[in-house]
């Protein structure tokens, strides 16, 4: 295969020469045969469930403030392996703190996070350093190098971090691009590209390093209906092609509805529910009722 770097590249004719691949306003297109039974739009199902494996995620009594703003309060959940998992809540609840938390970016004031049973706080640094390895981060903006073209973008871990030749990058940049219906793009800088092509580019860059972990800040932000279905179609072939613990923050109701096994509700700065997402939405708790149903009036109040 010719990299999109070399001369004389071409695209392939086809992203995926055996698949139909729908087409949604602006020339994007999905990698999956799912949508096409599915269809764009919202289901009011949730997906089938899968229980998942043994958790490797685990965090207990977290808790994290910044001045006078106690941000995360007592937090527990057990994010299970080869399960999505979306935690919800609005915007400001610490959703992306508890990310930054996991991934070892921020020390809680109280608590901790274990990853396959160690606190990663107990850890050395360079121990710590490993285990970020295991985590593929798609934040909410894409984080993309705005002077790179999207090949070198989802190429910059791989160089980074690994010993892997051209040849070998290559073929892992091309068959992750590939996955997210981005093979044709890879040779686009981020600023020509759309909103929803740049988050599919920072999910392939998180795949390239082969991680056990997933994490989606804010996946569908800034992103229409049909872009947001879609992405979350392809964020659940992925998952379905090579497991994994997965897992979503986010405000958005219907993306957690299509994508995940569990939900977890955090309503300032505090669990509030945490189980199987079909006994979610259809809990009688007053309080996971009316954050479900996006109502302004109920126990949990809108101050």
Same mark, same amino acid.
């Given at each position: 295969?010719? @990299?999109?770097?070399?001369?004389?590249?071409?695209?392939?004719?086809?992203?995926?020469?055996?698949?139909?691949?729908?087409?949604?306003?602006?020339?994007?297109?999905?990698?999956?045969?799912?949508?096409?039974?599915?269809?764009?739009?919202?289901?009011?199902?949730?997906?089938?469930?899968?229980?998942?494996?043994?958790?490797?995620?685990?965090?207990?009594?977290?808790?994290? @403030?910044?001045?006078?703003?106690?941000?995360?309060?007592?937090?527990?959940?057990?994010?299970?392996?080869?399960?999505?998992?979306?935690?919800?809540?609005?915007?400001?609840?610490?959703?992306?703190?508890?990310?930054?938390?996991?991934?070892?970016?921020?020390?809680?004031?109280?608590?901790?996070?274990?990853?396959?049973?160690? &606190?990663?706080?107990?850890?050395?640094?360079?121990?710590?350093?490993?285990?970020?390895?295991?985590?593929?981060?798609?934040?909410?903006?894409?984080?993309?190098?705005? @002077?790179?073209?999207?090949?070198?973008?989802?190429?910059?871990?791989?160089?980074?971090?690994?010993?892997?030749?051209?040849?070998?990058?290559?073929?892992?940049?091309?068959?992750?691009?590939?996955?997210?219906?981005?093979a044709k793009a890879a040779h686009k800088a981020p600023n020509e590209v759309s909103g929803g092509m740049k988050k599919r580019a920072g999910f392939a860059r998180a795949l390239v390093m082969n991680p056990d972990i997933v994490l989606f800040d804010e996946p569908d932000s800034g992103l229409d209906p049909v872009r947001t279905s879609l992405l979350c179609d392809i964020i659940m072939d992925v998952h379905n092609q090579h497991g994994?613990?997965?897992?979503?923050?986010?405000? &958005?109701?219907?993306?957690?509805?299509?994508? @995940?096994?569990?939900?977890?509700?955090?309503?300032?700065?505090?669990?509030?529910?945490?189980?199987?997402?079909?006994?979610?939405?259809?809990?009688?708790?007053?309080?996971?009722?009316?954050?479900?149903?996006?109502?302004?009036?109920?126990?949990?109040?809108?101050?």
């Amino acid at each position: 295969m010719t @990299s999109p770097n070399q001369p004389g590249y071409t695209p392939p004719d086809s992203e995926y020469p055996t698949q139909q691949i729908p087409t949604v306003p602006g020339g994007e297109t999905h990698a999956t045969t799912a949508q096409a039974s599915r269809g764009p739009g919202w289901s009011t199902e949730t997906r089938d469930f899968r229980q998942g494996d043994d958790p490797i995620v685990q965090v207990e009594g977290l808790a994290k @403030s910044f001045g006078s703003a106690e941000i995360l309060k007592n937090i527990n959940f057990n994010f299970r392996h080869n399960a999505i998992t979306t935690v919800l809540g609005p915007s400001g609840t610490g959703k992306s703190v508890l990310i930054k938390h996991l991934v070892g970016l921020l020390a809680p004031d109280r608590g901790s996070v274990f990853v396959d049973g160690r &606190d990663i706080w107990s850890m050395s640094e360079n121990e710590r350093y490993d285990m970020r390895t295991r985590f593929g981060v798609c934040w909410q903006d894409g984080a993309l190098f705005g @002077s790179m073209n999207l090949y070198d973008n989802v190429a910059f871990p791989l160089r980074k971090h690994t010993r892997k030749t051209e040849k070998e990058v290559e073929k892992t940049v091309m068959t992750a691009l590939d996955e997210v219906g981005l093979a044709k793009a890879a040779h686009k800088a981020p600023n020509e590209v759309s909103g929803g092509m740049k988050k599919r580019a920072g999910f392939a860059r998180a795949l390239v390093m082969n991680p056990d972990i997933v994490l989606f800040d804010e996946p569908d932000s800034g992103l229409d209906p049909v872009r947001t279905s879609l992405l979350c179609d392809i964020i659940m072939d992925v998952h379905n092609q090579h497991g994994g613990t997965y897992l979503l923050v986010t405000h &958005d109701i219907k993306t957690a509805r299509k994508v @995940s096994d569990y939900v977890g509700l955090i309503w300032k700065g505090e669990v509030v529910h945490y189980g199987p997402a079909h006994e979610a939405f259809e809990h009688q708790d007053p309080f996971v009722k009316q954050f479900l149903a996006g109502q302004s009036a109920g126990p949990l109040g809108m101050d």
